[in-house]
């Protein structure tokens, strides 16, 4: 195990994945810290900062994953592709784990996942690979022409993907009728709900 490999972490916790496709699931989340986006309606800012928090080592965080008892590790952020993600998934997927991923897609991807949910923004355009790589398309719907730039987003997809359009949450009781309405229409869209947030969990 590479012990000089260090992260910047803002937090590491359990419960239960609360978005797409394994909504539900009890899972370990890594949340590391540093941010090249920037979405003005991010409820985690305090991630974008890489600076401003504790560098932990691929040891430390594999001992957290092993001590929460899920057999899912979410890697997210910030945009966790900003790091080399090698060191870390390796290590997981040996010890049996599943491994998911949860970014933006601007940078290279690296490392093994099992499933990588693709979120893009339109505060940076993302890298072509994650079209083709991606198992969940996930578009966070904070205006109406956002329904339409998912759907030019979902005809670049790879045929397997699961596509979910979710509400930004401070917006849900608007744009929540314009997405059921738009699924309704286009049928391989999925209503993503955040259920951490209706459980009052992270």
């Given at each position: 195990m590479n012990?000089?490999?260090?992260?910047?972490?803002?937090?590491?916790f359990t419960s239960v994945q609360g978005e797409g496709a394994f909504?539900?699931?009890?899972?370990?989340?890594?949340?590391?810290a540093g941010c090249n986006v920037g979405c003005v309606w991010c409820d985690v800012k305090a991630s974008w900062d890489s600076e401003g928090h504790p560098k932990k080592s691929v040891r430390e965080l594999i001992d957290s994953a092993t001590a929460s008892n899920a057999k899912v590790v979410i890697i997210t952020g910030g945009e966790?592709?900003?790091h080399d993600l090698n060191?870390?998934?390796?290590?997981?997927?040996?010890?049996?784990?599943r491994v998911h991923l949860e970014t933006s897609g601007t940078e290279t991807l690296t490392?093994?996942?099992?499933?990588?949910?693709?979120s893009p923004k339109k505060f940076k355009e993302p890298l072509e690979e994650y079209f083709s790589k991606s198992h969940e398309l996930k578009v966070v719907v904070n205006h109406e022409s956002d329904l339409q730039w998912a759907e030019n987003h979902a005809k670049r997809m790879s045929p397997q993907t699961t596509f979910f359009l979710q509400p930004e949450w401070e917006k849900?009781?608007?744009?929540?009728?314009?997405?059921?309405?738009?699924?309704i229409k286009n049928p391989h869209w999925r209503v993503g709900l955040q259920i951490h947030k209706y459980l009052n969990v992270d």
């Open positions: 012990e000089a490999v260090k992260y910047p972490v803002m937090e590491t909504s539900g699931v009890p899972s370990f989340f890594i949340r590391l966790p592709t900003m060191p870390l998934t390796t290590e997981l997927a040996a010890l049996g784990f490392g093994y996942f099992d499933w990588i949910t693709f849900k009781e608007r744009m929540m009728p314009l997405i059921f309405e738009f699924a």
